[in-house]
Nanobody, 119 residues
Framework: QVQLVESGGGLVQAGGSLRLSCAAS????????MGWFRQAPGKEREFVAA????????YYADSVKGRFTISRDSVKNTVYLQMNSLKPEDTAVYYC????????????WGQGTQVTVSS
């Protein structure tokens, strides 16, 4: 069974940086897309970034382009989200997700990690 475990969240001041990690296990992920989503209080969950495990193509929400970078380490089976120039509106629970390439929805989700950006 696929397991995704996030870590790296915390409290940071506006303008600061955090790096989230998502340790993936249970499958060979070469045919997967790995994504990061977030959900702020009272808001719907939204897409943040994604990466194709094979080839490394990346995709970003407009709100984070130029500030966030998604990457993966195939040896460690870990996906990262480097978040720079953080803003208070980035405050949310961040979730790691995985799905097979070509599948319209994400099938596997982590438990989430809280990111709080103070002004």
């Amino acid at each position: 069974q696929v397991q995704l475990v996030e870590s790296g969240g915390g409290l940071v001041q506006a303008g600061g940086s955090l790096r989230l990690s998502c340790a993936a296990s249970g499958r060979t992920f070469s045919s997967y897309v790995m994504g990061w989503f977030r959900q702020a209080p009272g808001k719907e969950r939204e897409f943040v970034a994604a990466i194709r495990w094979s080839g490394g193509a990346t995709y970003y929400a407009d709100s984070v382009k130029g500030r966030f970078t998604i990457s993966r380490d195939s040896v460690k089976n870990t996906v990262y989200l480097q978040m720079n120039s953080l803003k208070p509106e980035d405050t949310a629970v961040y979730y790691c997700a995985a799905t097979v390439v070509g599948t319209p929805t994400y099938d596997y989700w982590g438990q989430g990690t809280q990111v709080t950006v103070s002004s």
